[in-house]
C-alpha cells in the first residue's frame, strides 16, 4: 500500500516570509507619518494630563509651591536689571526695565523648553519601556509645561509693562500671536533635541552652554541697535536668529518707543512664521525617523 506524504505549507520560507504569511510584524515597528500623527492626537488628553502634572510636581516639595513661576522670571529681571541697568547704564534705551523683562521672559519660554525637552526621553525610559504610546507626546508635554508657566509670567510681565509706564493699546493683541508662533517653534526644536539626548547623554551638559550664547546673540540683555556695528553679512544673520525675532514681535507688541533691530513688521512675521513652519515639521519628522530606537538598548 503506497504511503502519502503531508508536506508542511510553511516549508522553505524564510523568516520574513513566515511573518507576513501569518500577519506577524515587528514589535515597536515605525508607523507611517499619517498614521503616527492620528495616534499622537488620540492621545491629546494624555499629554495634557501628563503636563500638568509635571508642573505640579515640579514645585510639590517648595513652601511657596507654584508661587515660584512668578518670583523665578522676577527673580531673574531684578538681577540682570541691576547689572545691566544700574551698573552699565542702558540710558539709550527707553523704559528698559519693560525692554529687558520681555525679552528675559520670551528667551526664557524657549530655553525652559529646549533644556527640559533634551531630558524628556532619557529620563523618561521606564515609562518608554512599561508603555505603548506615542513617544513624541513625551517632549510635546515639556513644551506644553513651559507654555503653562509662560502664561503665568506674562500675567507679571504685562503689570510690569503698565507699571513702567506703557499704555495699553491694540497692538498689544500681537503678542497671542506671537507665543503662538513660539510655541510651534519651541515644539520643533524640543522634538529634535529630545532625539539628540536620547542618543548622547552628554547633549544635556552641553545645552547650557548653547542656550546661553544663544541669549547673548538675541539682544536680551542689551540694545539690539549694537548689532549694527557688525559687518553686514552678521548683521542680516542675526536679523534672521528666531529667538531675536519673537522677542521683537513681543516688543514691538507692547512698548512703544523699543530699538528694533528688523525695522520692517511684514518681515519680522514672515520669519517669525517661516521658522514656526520649518521648526515643528522638521523637528517632528526628525523625531518620528527615530521612534522605534527609543529605550532601545
Same mark, same amino acid.
Given at each position: ?36 500623527s492620528r495616534r499622537l492626537w488620540a492621545y ?96 510635546? +508635554? ?34 497671542v500671536p506671537a507665543l503662538l508662533l513660539q ?16 542618543? +548622547? ?23 539690539? +541697535? ?72
Amino acid at each position: 500500500m503506497a504511503t502519502t506524504a503531508l508536506v508542511d505549507p510553511d516549508t522553505g520560507l524564510t523568516q520574513a516570509q513566515l511573518a507576513a504569511r501569518h500577519g506577524l510584524r515587528v514589535a515597536g515597528e515605525r508607523p507611517s507619518l499619517v498614521e503616527y500623527s492620528r495616534r499622537l492626537w488620540a492621545y491629546r488628553h494624555f499629554i495634557a494630563a501628563y503636563a500638568n502634572a509635571k508642573l505640579v510636581a515640579s514645585y510639590s516639595n517648595a513652601k511657596l509651591g507654584q508661587l515660584w513661576q512668578v518670583l523665578t522670571p522676577l527673580t531673574n529681571a531684578a538681577v540682570y536689571y541691576l547689572i545691566f541697568g544700574v551698573v552699565l547704564d542702558q540710558k539709550s534705551i527707553p523704559n528698559f526695565i519693560a525692554y529687558l523683562t520681555t525679552g528675559l521672559f520670551i528667551f526664557n519660554f524657549t530655553q525652559s523648553a529646549v533644556l527640559a525637552g533634551t531630558q524628556s526621553i532619557s529620563s523618561n525610559l521606564g515609562l518608554i519601556r512599561a508603555l505603548h504610546f506615542p513617544r513624541a507626546s513625551l517632549p510635546l +508635554s515639556t513644551t506644553i509645561t513651559q507654555f503653562q508657566q509662560l502664561l503665568a509670567s506674562m500675567v507679571v510681565l504685562i503689570g510690569i509693562v503698565l507699571v513702567t509706564g506703557e499704555p495699553l493699546t491694540w497692538e498689544w493683541l500681537l503678542l497671542v500671536p506671537a507665543l503662538l508662533l513660539q510655541a510651534v517653534f519651541n515644539a520643533g526644536v524640543v522634538l529634535l533635541v529630545a532625539r539628540l539626548g536620547s542618543k +548622547s547623554s552628554d547633549l544635556k551638559q552641553v545645552m547650557p552652554f548653547i542656550m546661553r550664547t544663544w541669549m547673548y546673540g538675541s539682544g536680551v540683555l542689551y540694545s539690539v +541697535s549694537l548689532f549694527e556695528r557688525l559687518p553686514g553679512w552678521a548683521t542680516t544673520l542675526v536679523q534672521f536668529n528666531p529667538l531675536l525675532v519673537y522677542i521683537e514681535l513681543a516688543r514691538y507688541a507692547l512698548l512703544e518707543e523699543a530699538p528694533l533691530l528688523n525695522e520692517s513688521l511684514t518681515q519680522l512675521w514672515l520669519v517669525g512664521a517661516g521658522w514656526a513652519l520649518v521648526a515643528g515639521v522638521g523637528g517632528f519628522f526628525y523625531f518620528w525617523r527615530g521612534e522605534q530606537e527609543y529605550g532601545r538598548g
